[in-house]
């Protein structure tokens, strides 16, 4: 899988709760420790899907062989139309449109919160678990090793990690900037949402 491939992938994993709850983690008090098991749990979730999907052959809609791709065109169509109909849906409430509440508890966060927070987000939220199993799927579709699924690992986890690194990077100036961050991602939660759905608009087209 080239980088331009995995690059949109790792956006969609970690856009969203997932990248906020970096932020809150990276500005809370014990957040080196927050932080890195985060993405821990973030780490073994997301290796786990790839693998065990990996190993089940990945997932195939239909039939036997050979009727997978006349299958998947009527799935395809039905995912589209529910994605669209998710952006509208999202566009239309944007004015109620809030981050989810648990959202606020993370400035208090304790490390065996915050690495079953990185678990549960990466592992079972519904995008990040479409997307893990569709890498899952592809490299063995394709015959590929398993191992070819580390850069798309390693990405997302790095994405997650930005908060961290800027505490550790910038100091004193990312107690300014991530609240900024974390402020306007909180108000225009929508906008959030909209990019990733048009992510996963662009990932079923291709």
């Known amino acids: 899988m080239s980088?331009?491939?995995i690059l949109p992938l790792a956006i969609v994993m970690v856009a969203g709760p997932q990248f906020l709850s970096a932020i809150f983690l990276a500005t809370s008090r014990d957040?080196?420790?927050?932080?890195?098991?985060?993405?821990l749990g973030a780490a073994?979730?997301?290796?786990?899907v790839v693998t065990l999907t990996y190993l089940l052959g990945g997932v195939s809609v239909g039939g036997g062989a050979g009727g997978g791709e006349e299958s998947n065109g009527p799935l395809s169509t039905v995912v589209l139309v529910l994605i669209?109909?998710?952006?509208i849906s999202t566009f239309l409430g944007r004015e109620e449109s809030e981050p989810p509440k648990w959202i606020g508890k993370l400035e208090r966060a304790t490390p065996r919160f915050s690495f079953r927070l990185g678990f549960l987000l990466l592992g079972v939220f519904p995008t990040d678990i479409v997307t893990s199993v569709a890498v899952g799927s592809?490299?063995?579709a394709n015959d590929l090793?398993?191992?070819d699924a580390a850069p798309f690992v390693a990405l997302t986890l790095s994405l997650l990690a930005i908060p961290s690194l800027?505490?550790?990077l910038l100091g004193a100036r990312a107690e300014t900037l991530l609240p900024q961050v974390r402020d306007w991602m909180n108000d225009n939660a929508w906008i959030v949402n909209e990019v990733v759905l048009v992510f996963f608009l662009v990932l079923v087209l291709t």
């Open 3 to 5: 980088f331009l491939t």
């Open 31 to 39: 957040w080196r420790r927050n932080s890195a098991l985060f993405v």
């Open 44 to 48: 073994i979730s997301i290796s786990a």
């Open 84 to 87: 669209v109909a998710a952006m």
């Open 138 to 140: 592809y490299l063995a």
């Open 145 to 147: 090793p398993l191992v």
């Open 166 to 168: 800027a505490v550790v």
